[in-house]
């Protein structure tokens, strides 16, 4: 490691911890509004997936045959779907369908990459060229279609949505961490190490992936927007959260091609959800990059 490059990255490093974690919460809200904007409407989003039985107004699975298809008012925020029920109860209840599939299957996917993609670039050799090779066929389908074939392939639950779309992920988390893991190595601590007997496996768990937790973090943010859309679009097409549980995916299917000119509220609240939490992962991911890369620092 260099002077030129050495130098910033530990004068920040020394400067975060010095600040606490106010003060760079503050500093950062401060550098980066919009980045800070998108992880408060994040945290919203968390909190009413945690907090749906309290801030819905109806079950939302209840049917209501005299209320099918009715406006939003007082009584139904959001209005009704075809069936009578409240689709404000079913956003905030879908959210945590939604929103739990994302995260699970975000950190599934890239701690699974980031674990091959250390283990690949530390040690190199045939070991990296098998590994790259079976990544590159993964890879070569997008992550969408990939998803849908081992969606069909599982059939319709949580659990196995969840696992189609962390596996389209892990190739992704692989490249990203294993290029870091490239650079990382050839560093002179990691050469310290070696000379002090330190085993392989001690170097790459204790020395090599700690300091892939930046790369780690701004691609666990990017993929998550990824993810949430991967399973609207699974649930839209039929594979993905089964009825009666709601999902913003679900909610769009039934509504999409028959009632969304009789009623748009149907297709306006579900969608409007997936674009917010997706812009707002999106934007987090970009300031956290920023945040974390000293190369990006101040820019």
Excluded at 86 to 110: F, H, N, P
Excluded at 136 to 144: A, H, K, N, S, T
Excluded at 262 to 273: E, S
């Amino acid at each position: 490691m260099n002077v030129e490059t050495a130098g910033p990255s530990l004068d920040a490093a020394a400067s975060f911890h010095r600040r606490g974690p106010a003060g760079n919460f503050f500093l950062f809200c401060r550098e980066k509004p919009l980045g800070a904007l998108a992880a408060v409407l994040l945290l919203v989003m968390v909190l009413a997936a945690a907090f749906a039985e309290t801030l819905a107004t109806h079950d939302p699975i209840r049917t209501d045959h005299e209320h099918t298809l009715a406006r939003p008012d007082r009584t139904h925020r959001f209005g009704t779907d075809n069936l009578g029920r409240d689709i404000y109860s079913r956003i905030m209840y879908g959210a945590r369908v939604s929103l739990a599939v994302g995260i699970a299957s975000t950190l599934l996917g890239a701690v699974f990459g980031g674990l091959i993609g250390v283990i690949s670039g530390y040690f190199g050799g045939w070991l990296d060229l098998m590994t790259q090779r079976i990544m590159d066929i993964l890879q070569g389908l997008p992550l969408l279609i990939l998803a849908l074939v081992m969606a069909a392939a599982l059939g319709p639950s949580i659990e196995n949505v969840i696992v189609a779309i962390s596996v389209p992920i892990i190739p992704r988390a692989q490249r990203v961490i294993r290029a870091s893991v490239l650079a990382i190595r050839e560093f002179a601590y990691i050469e310290a190490a070696r000379a002090l007997g330190v085993g392989h496996l001690g170097i790459a768990f204790r020395h090599v992936l700690p300091n892939t937790v930046g790369p780690f973090i701004v691609l666990s943010t990017a993929q998550f927007g990824s993810a949430i859309l991967v399973e609207a679009a699974l649930s839209f097409l039929g594979l993905g959260v089964p009825e009666p549980y709601p999902s913003w995916g679900r909610m769009l299917s039934i509504s999409a091609a028959e009632f969304a000119q009789k009623a748009p509220w149907m297709v306006l609240f579900p969608g409007t959800a997936i674009s917010l939490v997706v812009f707002a992962s999106n934007l987090l991911g970009d300031a956290v990059r920023d945040k974390l890369d000293p190369r990006l620092r101040g820019v």
